[in-house]
């Protein structure tokens, strides 16, 4: 299975902030590469896919870059709605695998 | 807007079988994959298995051996069947859609609520 670590694992930002979170993969998975967010007993959110393509009304602030075994999901000005945890995962083959997920909080 | 809700039993004994359905609304079931994908306490998403629109399924070789996951069209719903379950099959289980995107194959771009089950005698 391919392995998926996020860091870090919690991160303390405030509004305006810019941040990365990083996901590294065990083995080389070209750019298949999804982000998502997640809050509390909501359904989790999809963000980005194929590395760096933004889903459709995604805000733009968000962005993604990367490919191989090293990703890199940014906000480039963070809002309030923006506190979340955040996954990333491989769709490059399965087992289909998820990262530890990275707490961003005030 | 499709949205997805997971349900059933939030209790489950150990050894037994743990049974859970999504109900599609706002789209089809058709001619998409679903998958189930659960989250541990304190541990990551593990996606456990998919089924697509014809049927066939592909599952976690971790749990393969105790996994069902199953469509009705006519319902709109799918289901997931996990057999003799033990206190390491507690989780918050989700249903999810794949993405119809070009390259976003196998990524989920509709996620339910989630359903979270305890497995306690």
């Known amino acids: 299975d391919i392995q998926m670590t996020q860091s870090p694992s919690t991160l303390s930002a405030s509004v305006g902030d810019r941040i990365t979170i990083t996901c590294r993969a065990s083995q080389r998975i070209s750019s298949w590469l999804a982000w998502y967010q997640h809050k509390p007993g909501k359904a989790p959110k999809f963000l980005i896919y194929k590395a760096s393509s933004l889903e459709s009304g995604v805000p733009s602030r968000f962005s993604g870059s990367g490919s191989g075994t090293e990703f890199t999901l940014t906000i480039s000005s963070l809002q309030p709605e923006d506190f979340a945890t955040y996954y990333c995962?491989?769709?490059?083959?399965?087992?289909?695998?998820f990262g530890g997920g990275t707490k961003v909080e005030i | 807007q499709v949205r997805l809700q997971e349900s059933g039993p939030g209790l489950v004994k150990p050894s037994e079988t743990l049974s859970l359905t999504c109900t599609v609304s706002?789209?089809?079931?058709?001619?998409?994959?679903w998958s189930w994908i659960r989250q541990s306490p304190g541990k990551e998403l593990e996606w456990i298995g998919y089924i697509d629109y014809s049927g066939d399924t592909k599952f976690n070789p971790s749990l393969k051996s105790r996994v069902t996951i199953s469509g009705d069209t006519s319902k709109n719903q799918l289901s997931l069947k996990l057999s003799s379950v033990t206190a390491a099959d507690a989780a918050v289980y989700y249903c999810a859609r794949a993405s119809a995107l070009v390259g976003a194959a196998d990524a989920f771009d509709i996620w339910g609520q989630g359903t979270m089950v305890t497995v306690s005698s």
């Open positions: 706002g789209g089809s079931i058709s001619p998409y994959y």
């Open positions: 995962q491989q769709y490059n083959s399965y087992p289909l695998t």
